[in-house]
């Protein structure tokens, strides 16, 4: 199972001595992932016993040399420090590579959230929410818009805490000037409707957004707004939330691409009658709030740390502290593995059935 | 960027002593006629990383960013051991990066080719393919220990003494440094009580503080450090500030800078009270030993600048002081105002003081070097690429010699790097 750290392109970097010691400082366990940028892979300091991930910068089809996301994503987690942002312990040079060693994350919740074998209870979920709100927070408070929230890149250790990581298309905002940005960002059944009707200018609300589909998703389990392209996820959220009204959303018409992707009836809201049945009252609300079509009215991270649903609504928030006693580790990575796997054996079943 | 300098790898790390800086050099001291020509170099390079930025078309910032790189390399390596000229297209490429305005490499190997392939340099072979530039860039990744994020005096100036709602393009780049994101509070307590320096004063200090990375002020002190000296020299150097300083002043005006009383304020109509330099730099509450002794280090910088002449026909100038009364406004060149002001700046305080007659005489650049009348050899970019050379095929006899000898230094040498970022 287990494979030295040694990648098979040995560049001229090896006859560095330092370069040795801190190759075989950690040791590679199995991949856990697949960043925006790179593999991720689990690996044992052999000094502390300390799990790690490493997760390795692609360089080699690199023309331009070390990437600039890279380089973008190192300085932002350089100076980030928070208990719901992961850890970069240090970067590491090996054998011509780089890796980034962050502090090892048991799963992902998308990895849970596909699980069976434990069950969040409402107190978890509202502790997780809380969580991943308060990193959020942090993030915006300190300028940096994360753009790729979504279950993957929200990690879960066995003490229950949360943390937010892959920060491979994340970048520093200015809070008095708003610029031009890609809005070819945040992976499409988590991106808010102004980036799927092609707005550039935009600031930390598109991450709301995404916190709001994470919000339900911890209720249903599953991602709710499932779309193939950018109309078919439009058309999913209009499904859920109605089409989008001047009075709802007054810019709407002047976003770049509405005259485009018009919808050609109206729908009403039907997000209430179709949540309640997971959300309490208080949640449903926070999450309506979350999911505000007009950027400029949607909750802040911090003002939805203030909402009733986590200061009045019961039960208090409670960490998940059970799943330490869950079996194995629960990665998108595993799941999607899980769902191949499955997927063929049906398909060889299949085959068997026709003979 | 919203960073806390505290907390960063530029404080933690990065800021060495002088004994470190001093150790750094050790091996390139080895193979060295004049330990002075060492720090010529520097003034050499910061000045070549100048120009290639400005040929890039990089920002005064990111200029800063890849001087601070180069001089962070070369704490943990040598000028004979390295290509000097590669490492400073790698430093300019990768803070390009680093700074948010990256540029092609082929951009960059192409402008450093035809750059350094000027007679002056003596570089024969700057390589043309992409993939040398990219491996320098790795090695220069590697020795940075991935520490991208550089602070600069820059932002604590544009903090304390930029006019409020000023819409200077100085502004324009400050606000790119991220400063609206609230944090000005956390290096001056209050944050009340700025320094409002008139626009050329102001502009004064930017060109002083683009001057400083000539010589190793940025690894030994923090940046809001140099600021501080800098507006002081400032208050000193630009002659209607200074006026104005003294004019309100009674007599005895020969103590040192900080602790001149002015009244500029009178002349001012702010909305708050505008505090006069002494309460200002009182409020500070920062160690003013530290900051007279970087003033110290900035004017030895401009003396030992002084004998180094950027181009053998450059017209002699009045001395610093003199040279700084003239409204620095006007001194560009081509390109982005700041850049260009960076270099004519430099040219400007590049004061040939041994032989103010011989500029324009031509350079012998296959004979032997020019001799000032002060019996010195006249320091140009020329003499310094030779040095240079020198130092390259001394170090390479070392080697052949089995100079197993030189290469412990230079072990210890990263050892003690190595030691310095771990800690």
């Known amino acids: ?355 | 960027m919203a960073t806390d300098f505290w907390a960063s790898s530029h404080y933690k790390r990065w800021i060495v002593d002088r004994a470190a800086v001093q150790r750094a050099r050790a091996e390139d001291r080895q193979f060295v006629d004049d330990p002075e020509y060492l720090d010529l170099l520097a003034i050499f390079f910061a000045n070549c990383i100048s120009k290639l930025g400005k040929k890039l078309g990089l920002r005064q910032r990111v200029i800063a960013t890849a001087t601070v790189f180069f001089h962070r390399f070369y704490l943990k390596n040598s000028y004979s051991e390295t290509d000097p000229f590669l490492v400073i297209a790698a430093c300019c490429y990768v803070a390009a990066k680093a700074e948010e305005s990256p540029v092609h490499i082929k951009n960059v190997v192409t402008e450093a080719r035809s750059l350094f392939s000027q007679e002056m340099y003596g570089v024969k072979t700057f390589p043309s393919d992409n993939s040398k530039l990219a491996e320098m860039e790795f090695y220069l990744v590697d020795d940075l220990e991935c520490d991208l994020t550089v602070f600069h005096p820059y932002r604590t100036l544009m903090t304390l003494c930029c006019k409020e709602g000023s819409s200077s393009d100085l502004d324009a780049e400050a606000g790119e440094l991220g400063v609206g994101i609230n944090e000005g509070h956390r290096y001056w307590g209050t944050g009340e009580g700025k320094l409002e320096l008139q626009e050329a004063a102001l502009q004064m200090a930017w060109f002083i503080i683009n001057d400083t990375y000539r010589s190793q002020l940025c690894l030994l002190y923090p940046p809001h450090m140099i600021a501080i000296a800098v507006i002081n020299l400032t208050l000193v150097l630009h002659n209607p500030t200074r006026a104005s300083i003294q004019s309100s002043n009674p007599p005895p005006a020969s103590q040192a800078a900080p602790t001149r009383r002015s009244s500029r304020q009178a002349s001012h109509h702010a909305k708050k009270p505008v505090q006069d330099p002494v309460s200002f730099q009182a409020s500070l509450n920062v160690n003013m030993t530290q900051v007279a002794t970087i003033m110290q280090e900035i004017i030895a910088l401009y003396t030992l600048w002084d004998r180094y002449k950027e181009d053998s026909n450059e017209q002699p100038k009045g001395s610093l002081i003199q040279n700084y009364s003239s409204p620095v406004t006007n001194s560009s060149g081509s390109g982005t105002k700041r850049s260009a002001a960076g270099v004519s700046v430099s040219r400007s305080t590049s004061v040939n003081t041994s032989s103010g007659s011989n500029g324009g005489t031509p350079m012998d650049l296959a004979g032997d070097v020019e001799i000032g009348e002060d019996g010195k050899p006249v320091i140009t970019p020329a003499f310094l690429s030779k040095v240079l050379l020198k130092m390259r095929e001394a170090k390479l006899a070392d080697l052949a010699k089995g100079g197993g000898g030189t290469a412990r230094p230079m072990a210890i040498n990263k050892m003690i790097g190595r030691a310095q970022a771990a800690g």
């Open chain 1, 1 to 355: 199972m287990q494979s030295r750290l040694a990648t098979p392109v040995a560049q001229s970097s090896d006859n560095r001595p330092d370069s040795f010691s801190r190759a075989d400082l950690y040791v590679i366990v199995n991949q856990v992932g697949e960043g925006t940028f790179g593999k991720v892979y689990k690996a044992r300091n052999t000094v502390t016993g300390m799990n790690v991930a490493l997760k390795r910068i692609r360089m080699e089809q690199e023309r331009d040399g070390f990437p600039v996301t890279a380089m973008r994503e190192i300085k932002l987690l350089q100076s980030l420090r928070h208990q719901n942002v992961v850890k970069l312990y240090e970067m590491m040079v090996s054998h011509g590579s780089v890796y980034m060693v962050f502090e090892y994350m048991d799963h992902d919740l998308t990895g849970v959230l596909t699980q069976t074998h434990f069950s969040f209870t409402d107190a978890n979920l509202k502790s997780l929410c809380q969580q991943m709100l308060a990193g959020l927070a942090y993030l915006h408070h300190k300028g940096v818009i994360h753009r790729d929230i979504k279950g993957s890149n929200i990690l879960l250790n066995n003490r229950g805490e949360l943390k937010l990581g892959d920060f491979g298309l994340a970048r520093f905002y200015q809070k008095r000037r708003r610029s031009d940005y890609t809005n070819r960002v945040i992976t499409l059944w988590y991106r808010p409707p102004e980036l799927l009707l092609g707005t550039t200018v935009y600031g930390p609300e598109v991450d709301m957004w995404s916190a709001g589909c994470i919000m339900l998703e911890l209720y249903t389990k599953k991602p709710v707004f499932q779309g193939n392209d950018d109309i078919s996820q439009l058309d999913a959220i209009y499904k859920v939330f109605g089409t989008p009204t001047p009075e709802r959303w007054p810019g709407v018409a002047d976003m770049p691409w509405y005259e485009l992707v018009k919808p050609k009836e109206i729908i009403d809201d039907h997000f209430r009658a179709l949540f309640k049945k997971w959300l309490s009252p208080a949640a449903l609300d926070l999450a309506e709030q979350l999911l505000t079509y007009d950027p400029s009215k949607r909750v802040t991270a911090t003002q939805a740390l203030e909402a009733p649903y986590f200061m009045q609504e019961g039960p208090a928030p409670v960490l998940p502290i059970g799943l330490s006693t869950l079996e194995g580790e629960w990665h998108e990575l595993e799941a999607k593995r899980e769902r191949e796997r499955v997927k063929k054996r049906r398909k060889t079943e299949g085959e068997f059935s026709q003979q």
